[in-house]
């Protein structure tokens, strides 16, 4: 005279599935803090890299999406969404380069350096999406717009190298 | 029904035999016309026979000594599924009950003689239907009725 | 010749609905930093896909039993519950990626910011599934979605060095990354093709449309040519980015970076068509996710479900779809990025893979259910295999992503 007890069958299987389950719970939650706290030299200079190979890619894309437009190949809105996205990715990787925190001066100093070439590359991006919002349609694109593109690819990619040739001198020692 | 350990074997009986874990619980039960009602959560037995009325069990019941023969008296579902997952034992007042003489067939789908919203058991889905879906426009609109 | 027209369709639209916003992101991401040495797993997807999508029709026209009534049956309130929690997770956060996907893409043809356009997608999508018939909702979806062939007309039209373009097809890990990240995009890659809600929405949408054994070769054919084709798809989005966007050093993290080398391939037009196609995919996604939270939900708990019902008929199921829409856009609305939901959807979507593909297998071989119809023994070997793969890729995501930071 009482509900039928829950069945026994596949108690391992129903074991093993409530394991997993929980694992990838509890898995979703570590995965959700932010990769923050980085304390090793290394590793801070490892973010940076990672930062600059962030801005570098949205200067890249501010310049496609220019001569794009220019070239008449790419719609008005659908550039000034590509540029200021690229915008964020760029202010997003002066941010995270600023903030960063590093164990001591010499990492501090190629922190910096690198600091100024994420700030130099927003510069371009802003104003390729100023161009894009003053200029005709299909209008050939300014050369110092894409002069100021290509320095600011340039200073980005010394300050990677730099960068990494700390780093390697780090992993070194 | 294996539900209940006899003391002697068990005399073959005539018909189909099903196995109440493998047959009936947690299949769908749909009502006359193939409309969901709900899960077969759970089964209420009972002792067969005359002067076992069907019915809720109550407390003055005797108690089963493994010679009375067990019939399921109806299918349980609803809140009863929380005992399943998490054990314990409900107060039986608490049960939604389908008498099990109004089921029809049991296949992939447990089919009863009833229409499912005669049934106490989905008064969730009247109350939904009554309080929310049905008060957005075009909650009544049928499908096949085109814009 | 009717006939013929249906089969026709049917293939076109399961071609146009293969793809959603996580297999956009992920090919492209993957194609932008990997080139084209991940494209064997979209291969090995595709063919996952077909089989287990294959056999959850079949379950469902011959049974007339849906994927998790199933699994509910098969392993009781309790694992099944686990099961259903894990499996609304996964959907919910893949509705999320998708509303975002259909906010981002109307940004690309407006340039009014995504965070507006979310809960006007929202909307939109929950009109549909409140009024809109199941056979049109999803035609007119999975045919708007073929536009996305301008990505494989793209790269065509980007006229690459075939030899070598075939050369990186040889799955090889980059020397500017590491093992770990190739192999953590690998499941991402996987997980977007095979994700598990196309499987309740596979099962259940046969029994919206009143399968019978008599359809499954018509299912079987639209699965078998379909998805491969909208496989090829997944892969000349790769191989987009991997023409365009790698060499010029562009790590994809916009869906706009998206529309950069069709611009350069074809012009404005063919962006427009992109546009229309990517809005198409994301917005047809979003309907089965969105369908897909209903179904699951319901048939645990016995709840009556279905679009062929009068929303009144299925008030329960509709509600649980209204809430997982209003979860959506208030995800959306905490300023997260969708693309980045994304990312994360398709790797979860890896791990909650076992859980459903299993006891569809288990039930595809019962006699009980399916008559003389069970799994034939190639099919269960190909399964089997699958299996196996699905369950390495599940245990080792969640390592995977932190190892590797989420791919960082």
């Not at chain 3, 319901?298 to 299925?314: E, H, I, M, N, T």
């Amino acid at each position: 005279m009482r509900p039928v007890p829950s069945r026994p069958r596949s108690a391992t299987a129903r074991r093993a599935l409530t394991a997993a389950t929980a694992c990838a719970a509890l898995a979703a939650l570590t995965a959700c803090g932010p990769a923050a706290g980085r304390a090793e030299s290394t590793d801070a200079l490892l973010s940076v890299t990672d930062q600059l190979d962030a801005a570098g890619s949205a200067v890249a894309t501010a310049r496609l999406a220019v001569e794009a437009r220019a070239d008449g190949h790419l719609p008005a809105v659908t550039a000034d969404a590509a540029i200021s996205d690229a915008v964020e990715t760029a202010s997003g990787a002066v941010h995270a380069i600023g903030t960063l925190v590093v164990p001591d001066s010499a990492t501090d100093q190629v922190r910096r350096a690198a600091l100024d070439a994420s700030e130099i590359a927003v510069g371009p991006v802003a104003s390729a999406r100023t161009w894009l919002g003053t200029s005709a349609a299909d209008a050939a694109a300014p050369p110092d717009l894409l002069d100021a593109l290509d320095d600011a690819s340039t200073a980005v990619e010394r300050a990677h190298a730099a960068v990494q040739q700390a780093a390697s001198e780090r992993a070194a020692r | 029904m294996t539900g209940a350990a006899p003391l002697l074997p068990e005399p073959r009986q005539p018909g189909r035999v099903l196995d109440a874990r493998l047959h009936l619980l947690d299949r769908q039960v749909l009502d006359v016309d193939s409309v969901p009602v709900g899960t077969l959560d759970d089964l209420e037995l009972g002792p067969s026979g005359p002067g076992a009325a069907a019915g809720s069990p109550r407390a003055d019941d005797p108690p089963l000594d493994g010679t009375t023969t067990v019939v399921v008296t109806a299918l349980l579902s609803g809140p009863v599924l929380g005992t399943r997952v998490f054990g314990g034992r409900p107060p039986a007042s608490r049960w939604h009950r389908v008498l099990w003489r109004h089921v029809t067939d049991v296949g992939t789908a447990v089919r009863l003689a009833n229409r499912g919203d005669d049934l106490d058991l989905t008064w969730t889905e009247r109350w939904v239907r009554d309080h929310v879906v049905g008060r957005l426009p075009g909650g009544r609109h049928d499908p096949d009725a085109g814009p | 010749m009717k006939r013929l027209l249906a089969v026709a369709l049917g293939i076109l639209t399961a071609i146009g609905g293969f793809l959603d916003a996580g297999d956009l992101v992920t090919n492209a991401v993957v194609g932008s930093r990997f080139g084209m040495s991940l494209a064997w797993v979209v291969g090995a997807g595709v063919i996952g896909i077909c089989v287990f999508a294959h056999m959850s029709g079949k379950v469902a026209a011959v049974s007339g039993r849906a994927t998790f009534e199933i699994i509910r049956e098969r392993l009781g309130p309790r694992a099944a519950g686990l099961n259903l929690a894990a499996s609304l997770a996964v959907t919910v956060l893949t509705l999320v990626a998708e509303v975002g996907g259909i906010a981002l893409a109307l940004q690309l043809a407006s340039s009014v910011d995504h965070r507006l356009w979310v809960p006007v997608a929202a909307l939109a999508v929950w009109l549909v599934l409140w009024r809109v018939k199941f056979e049109i909702m999803e035609n007119v979806t999975g045919l708007l979605g073929l536009a996305l062939v301008g990505f494989a007309v793209a790269v065509f039209l980007l006229g690459p060095d075939w030899g070598e373009l075939a050369a990186q097809l040889a799955p090889q890990v980059p020397v500017e990354e590491d093992a770990g990240t190739y192999w953590y995009y690998a499941i991402a890659l996987f997980g977007a093709a095979m994700t598990p809600y196309e499987v309740f929405f596979f099962s259940s949408g046969g029994v919206e449309e009143g399968w019978t054994a008599k359809d499954l070769a018509t299912s079987r054919l639209n699965v078998l040519v379909g998805f491969p084709l909208g496989g090829l798809l997944s892969v000349s989005i790769a191989a987009c980015a991997a023409l365009v966007l790698m060499p010029a050093g562009i790590q994809v993290d916009a869906m706009s970076q998206l529309t950069l080398p069709v611009a350069q391939a074809g012009g404005t037009l063919l962006v427009a068509v992109i546009i229309v196609g990517i809005v198409a995919a994301t917005f047809g996604a979003a309907l089965e996710t969105a369908l897909s939270t209903g179904y699951s939900l319901s048939q645990y708990l016995g709840w009556s479900w279905g679009k062929f019902r009068r929303p009144a008929q299925a008030a329960r199921f509709h509600l649980a779809m209204i809430l997982a829409l209003v979860v959506a856009v208030a995800v959306l609305a905490t300023n997260v990025d969708p693309i980045a939901v994304t990312e994360y959807s398709v790797v979860f979507s890896a791990v909650a893979l076992p859980l459903t593909y299993l006891p569809i297998l288990v039930v595809a071989n019962d006699p009980e259910y399916m008559g003389d119809q069970v799994n034939g023994r190639a099919m269960n070997a190909v399964a089997t295999v699958y299996l196996v793969i699905i369950v390495v890729a599940a245990v080792a995501a969640i390592p995977l992503m932190i190892a590797t930071e989420a791919g960082g």
